[in-house]
């Protein structure tokens, strides 16, 4: 049996030492790990959010969150909680590269990393294309996924870390890509940087995809077997014919069930 780590390195939680440490000032020395931006302001001189991007995980709130202390916003793309890591600093990806080294000495056999392809961002941040007109928060992922220094990331840290152990077995998730190109770029069998990715063709079948505002991301759409099929026919296609290695599964993701409801006594 061999062990594979889940590896969360495009954001922390808003409790871990190095957030605690970012937001405490803005001259402290990790305030750079975190991306922090400056406010704009309305007419009234409220602050609001750099730009027009939605939380993944909440498509009409703003990834942008305030912080009090030192009166700027910290990006995260998921949830308050979850604070993006800022890739640009160099800094940030050595102490990633020190992680998958800590658990590499102790024998673990590689890692799911988690939301691997959102660690580069377009350092303009730009606000998005408006495609939920009258809402403030527009889907912002063409910025914040696959982005411009991606593949420069992962090849770092194939050559950094990676490349110096045996046998050590990487899949990406990758949410908001669907283009073969780019991903067999990611995972072909001899010059990709990973061995296999997680593409959300499969787990997004029956989803909505939140297309309608304040559905949300995870509200329901129709599906049949025939989608299912051409979704795995297709990535198995792909990756067969283009020296990819296809990851055939039904989860992606850790989730809670809900409880089982109690049952009333029985009358017999």
Not at 103 to 113: C, H, I, T
Not at 190 to 208: K, P, Q, W, Y
């Amino acid at each position: 049996m061999k062990l594979v780590m889940d590896l969360v390195v495009n954001h922390t939680s808003n409790e871990h030492a190095w957030f605690l440490e970012s937001r405490s000032s803005l001259d402290n020395p990790k305030r750079d790990w975190y991306i922090w931006k400056k406010p704009k302001y309305n007419a009234s001189g409220n602050p609001q959010p750099p730009n027009n991007w939605g939380q993944c995980l909440g498509e009409n709130n703003s990834a942008w969150i305030y912080d009090a202390t030192t009166q700027e916003y910290y990006f995260a793309a998921f949830t308050p909680e979850q604070p993006d890591l800022n890739w640009e600093n160099a800094e940030v990806r050595a102490a990633v590269h020190d992680i998958l080294r800590f658990w590499l000495d102790r024998g673990v056999a590689g890692f799911r990393m988690d939301v691997i392809n959102f660690i580069s961002k377009d350092q303009a941040f730009p606000d998005a294309e408006v495609v939920h007109p009258g809402f403030a928060c527009q889907p912002g992922h063409a910025y914040f996924a696959n982005g411009p220094r991606l593949h420069e990331f992962l090849r770092e840290m194939k050559h950094e870390v990676l490349d110096k152990y045996d046998e050590v077995f990487t899949v990406g998730e990758m949410p908001c890509v669907r283009d073969e190109n780019e991903i067999l770029k990611i995972v072909h069998h001899e010059r990709g940087f990973l061995n296999m990715i997680f593409h959300f063709e499969l787990v997004e079948i029956d989803s909505a995809g939140g297309e309608v505002p304040g559905d949300g991301r995870m509200s329901i759409g129709k599906w049949g077997v025939p989608d299912l099929r051409r979704a795995v026919s297709r990535w198995q296609t792909v990756m067969g014919d283009n020296g990819g290695w296809n990851a055939i599964y039904c989860e992606n993701h850790e989730y809670l069930n809900p409880p089982i409801p109690t049952l009333p006594p029985s009358h017999n």
